[in-house]
Nanobody
Framework: QVQLVESGGGLVQPGGSLRLSCAAS????????MGWFRQAPGKEREFVAA????????YYADSVKGRFTISRDNAKNTVLLRLNSLKPEDTAVYYC?????????????????WGQGTQVTVSS
């Protein structure tokens, strides 16, 4: 069955960096787009970034553009999210998601499977 396991979250000071990792299994990783979403307390889940099956095209929410970088390693069935210049408003649970097809963007309805999430807390 499809499994998505996130790791790499933690507590970081404003301006700091983190690298989130999502290990995928149970499907042919190279044929699906992947995405990252986040949900802060009391807020709805929101799109963060997405990457198409080949890794050649990426999409970002305006709030993270220029600070976050999504990438994938198709040989290791892993999708990464590099978080730089972190702000307190980036605090949230970050979820890895598997799309229903080779291309997906910001619509959560285009994603069929979700990981359990990893907590990112930005605070001094």
């Amino acid at each position: 069955q499809v499994q998505l396991v996130e790791s790499g979250g933690g507590l970081v000071q404003p301006g700091g960096s983190l690298r989130l990792s999502c290990a995928a299994s149970g499907f042919t990783f190279t044929t699906y787009a992947m995405g990252w979403f986040r949900q802060a307390p009391g807020k709805e889940r929101e799109f963060v970034a997405a990457i198409i099956w080949s890794g050649s095209t990426t999409y970002y929410a305006d709030s993270v553009k220029g600070r976050f970088t999504i990438s994938r390693d198709n040989a290791k069935n892993t999708v990464l999210l590099r978080l730089n210049s972190l702000k307190p408003e980036d605090t949230a649970v970050y979820y890895c998601a598997k799309a229903s097809g080779p291309v997906a963007r910001w619509n959560s309805n285009d994603y069929a499977y979700w990981g359990q999430g990893t907590q990112v807390t930005v605070s001094s």
